[in-house]
């Protein structure tokens, strides 16, 4: 079979099939060997191995994904790219297409039906309008994901690895790394897409991990209390945290209780470790 990542074979399919791409799709094909070498070296595949992808395409990254994992399951919204699908990757048995929007999948069923008592990862080259939402989904669904190697918009990359402090930090960073430990693996161009994008992007390594970063009684609290901090960047925790909690603490315990574990009410949410938010969460949700 003929390698689709090929920049003369892509274009000849697209050509052939009279393919128009769509903006409002996130489509912009993958056409570097190199690049490609490097997302399934990341994805650390066997022959035993399952693998999830999400907008295969025309099939670039899936054709590499099969020949080096046991089974590859891939999520396509676009339809008119079926029949493309069907064509590019008839050699491989072990491919299976749905033709869904990942947002309105059930994945634990898809999981349960194909994966079952596999390793499995998701690897994928993300459309870039959906990333948070995608990423969300796979994190809070639990599922029993070993890691997520995804190609992402850099600054999204960067959200994801920031360090309290810093402007880029914030609940993308906090759930991501309460999750997952996520690595960098690799910067990639605009000039290696048909259609060029109008970003830079970020192969990105999130290796889920066994138990969450810090321990809490009600995670959904705690994601509660992160985002509330988050709510209006500009403005001081005990403000967000007044205005944004579902319990609506009264101020003056907010002020006593974020005194006691020692952190400083006037502190922007931007400062606070996931530790700090943790500490706040397992405090706040009794008053
Ligand atoms: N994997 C291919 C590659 O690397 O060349 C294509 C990647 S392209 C950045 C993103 C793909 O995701 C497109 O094929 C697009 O149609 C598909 N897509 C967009 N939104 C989707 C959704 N909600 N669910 C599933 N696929 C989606």
């Given at each position: ?159 994801m690895t920031a360090e ?9 960073s906090v759930a991501v790394q309460y999750y997952t430990d996520p ?23 999130l ?6 970063r ?60 996931i ?13």
């Amino acid at each position: 079979m003929k390698r689709l990542v090929h920049p003369s074979v892509t274009r000849e399919i697209v050509a052939r099939y009279g393919f128009h791409f769509k903006k409002s799709l996130g489509q912009n094909f993958l056409i570097d060997w190199n690049i490609l070498h490097q997302i399934v070296e990341a994805a650390d595949l066997t022959q035993e191995d399952g693998v999830l992808e999400i907008g295969p395409g025309i099939g670039t990254l899936t054709q590499a994904l099969a020949e080096s994992a046991g089974k590859v399951v891939a999520i396509e919204k676009d339809d008119r790219l079926l029949p493309i699908l069907r064509e590019t990757l008839a050699e491989y048995p072990n491919v299976k297409i749905y033709h869904a929007d990942v947002l309105e999948t059930n994945l634990h069923e898809l999981f349960q039906q194909h994966f079952d008592g596999k390793k499995t990862s998701v690897v994928a080259n993300l459309p870039y309008y959906v990333t948070t939402p995608i990423i969300m989904k796979l994190l809070e669904n639990h599922l029993p994901l070993h890691h997520i190697v995804v190609m992402v918009q850099k600054e999204v990359a960067e959200r994801m690895t920031a360090e309290p402090g810093g402007k880029e930090y914030g609940a993308l960073s906090v759930a991501v790394q309460y999750y997952t430990d996520p690595e960098v693996v690799c910067r990639v161009p605009k000039t290696v897409f048909i259609p060029q994008p109008q970003v830079d992007s970020i192969v990105i390594r999130l290796r889920v991990r066994s138990k969450p970063r810090v321990e809490v009684t009600d995670p959904d609290y705690f994601f509660r209390v992160v985002k509330a901090s988050f709510a209006q960047r500009r403005k001081t925790l005990l403000n967000n945290l007044q205005h944004n909690l579902p319990n609506r603490p009264a101020k003056e315990n907010l002020v006593d209780t974020l005194m006691s574990i020692g952190i400083d009410p006037g502190r922007r949410g931007e400062t606070l470790s996931i530790q700090e938010f943790a500490n706040m969460a397992e405090h706040l949700r009794t008053l």
